[in-house]
């Protein structure tokens, strides 16, 4: 591990992170990456109860700790702080009025009841960005509901998508309402930089900042397609088609003799090589299906054929076959097989890490990949308000009253 060092291009960047578990620590985390400042607060053990982000206690743990910590705290700095307490919010405040970015993914108005409101922060911060991420945004008739992941994938439209027909609505497997949320916050961070580098002056030294409000379920619906414009042209309401893409064939899931692979041969001249591969040549050669819109009227021929062909071959066969003809296809991985794959390596996209306490970790490496300005690992997740007393002791103030050393 590297020590800790300014790098990448955000070197420089203050930001001051005051979200918890997925969706604000996420948006952080991809700054982290690329070399901005973070600090993380969180709540001090208290009253027996461990303290700190609940991140730190879900899934698997090693010694007390989630091994997803790793990956979603990597390069950040923790300060522990109660933000119910007064004095602690005063601190707060002292860190946000040197910082660029604040991230936060409390419910709307928790902030301004704390007193740290954009309004109230950017009097002495003008060149401050919020960005408040939240399960329904700062207005409208939903704004005070909870919101979580979960919820936001139903309302977004995606939940209704995934899933057999006639069947129950399934999740993904991970909480990808957080993780879009996430990445449009950094999108709209991003943007508000350049707005403040465009407007800057004797007035505003710094720029402008803003406020970026992202709401969990817009993150979803932002990524649904042709799902509204079709009903409201058509009143066609999409269903769920299971693996299948509705509209487009081929491209679907097929059987193997030991796992599953995806194909996707819906392009004219690729879907002709897909049926020379599988000795279907009688429906490649078909003028019925030769553009799309035939192939869609007949898609269960098609997906019949192609899984009469995978079904009696092995994956690796399948694969072989159909990468040979440049087909596009691939296997359905599990974590063993991304920790297998000679290209997740190659690519940088698996990196070795080993923890305080000594456990050797494979975790995600670091994306985008920037020719000039690479992202990297430059720092472990931190133990609980491990960088407390540094981070105060830089605004020449000591542990808050009642603390007499960092925790633990």
Same mark, same amino acid.
């Given at each position: 591990m590297n020590p800790p060092s300014s790098f990448g291009p955000l070197a420089g960047l203050k930001v001051v992170e005051l979200g918890q578990l997925i969706a604000g620590p996420f948006a952080a985390k991809t700054l982290a990456d690329f070399g901005a400042d973070v600090i993380k607060i969180e709540p001090p053990a208290a009253d027996g109860k461990p303290g700190g982000d609940p991140l730190r206690q879900w899934r698997l743990l090693h010694n007390g700790t989630s091994v997803w910590w790793q990956v979603q705290s990597r390069n950040k700095k923790s300060v522990a702080l109660d933000l119910k307490d007064p004095a602690s919010r005063d601190i707060v405040r002292r860190l946000i009025a040197e910082a660029d970015i604040v991230i936060e993914n409390f419910k709307p108005d928790v902030m301004e009841a704390w007193g740290l409101s954009h309004e109230e922060l950017s009097r002495s911060n003008p060149g401050l960005?919020?960005?408040?991420?939240?399960?329904?945004?700062?207005?409208?008739?939903y704004r005070e509901l909870p919101g979580f992941a979960a919820v936001a994938e139903a309302m977004g439209g995606l939940r209704h998508l995934t899933a057999e027909p006639g069947r129950v609505p399934v999740r993904c497997g991970v909480s990808?309402?957080?993780?879009?949320?996430?990445l449009h916050g950094v999108i709209g961070i991003l943007m508000a930089l350049q707005h403040r580098h465009a407007t800057v002056s004797e007035q505003a030294p710094k720029g402008l900042g803003q406020v970026v409000d992202v709401a969990l379920y817009e993150s979803v619906f932002n990524c649904m397609e042709s799902l509204l414009p079709e009903y409201s042209a058509f009143g066609a309401v999409r269903?769920?088609?299971?693996?299948?893409?509705?509209?487009?064939?081929?491209?679907?899931t097929y059987a193997c003799v030991d796992g599953w692979v995806l194909v996707a041969?819906?392009?004219?001249?690729?879907?002709?090589?897909?049926m020379q591969a599988i000795g279907r040549d009688d429906l490649g050669l078909d003028p019925g299906l030769a553009?799309?819109? =035939? *192939?869609?009227? @007949?898609? $269960?021929?098609?997906?019949?054929?192609?899984g009469a062909w995978t079904q009696s071959r092995h994956v690796a066969a399948v694969l072989e076959a159909l990468q040979a003809v440049q087909v596009p296809v691939g296997r359905v991985y599990t974590a063993k097989d991304i920790a297998d794959?000679?290209?997740?390596?190659?690519?940088?996209?698996?990196?070795?890490?080993?923890t305080a306490d000594g456990l050797v970790l494979d975790v995600p490496?670091?994306?985008?990949?920037?020719?000039?300005?690479? =992202? *990297?690992?430059? @720092?472990? $997740?931190?133990a609980l308000g491990q960088d407390t007393r540094a981070v105060l002791g830089g605004l020449g103030l000591d542990l808050p009253p009642g603390r007499t050393s960092d925790p633990p």
């Open positions: 960005i919020m960005c408040r991420i939240s399960g329904y945004g700062q207005t409208g008739p990808l309402g957080d993780t879009l949320a996430a269903e769920p088609a299971g693996s299948a893409l509705p509209g487009i064939a081929p491209s679907n041969g819906n392009g004219d001249s690729i879907y002709k090589r897909l553009t799309n819109a =035939g *192939r869609v009227a @007949r898609v $269960a021929e098609i997906d019949t054929a192609i794959d000679p290209h997740y390596r190659a690519r940088g996209m698996i990196e070795r890490i080993t490496g670091v994306v985008p990949k920037l020719s000039l300005t690479p =992202g *990297r690992i430059d @720092r472990l $997740a931190p």
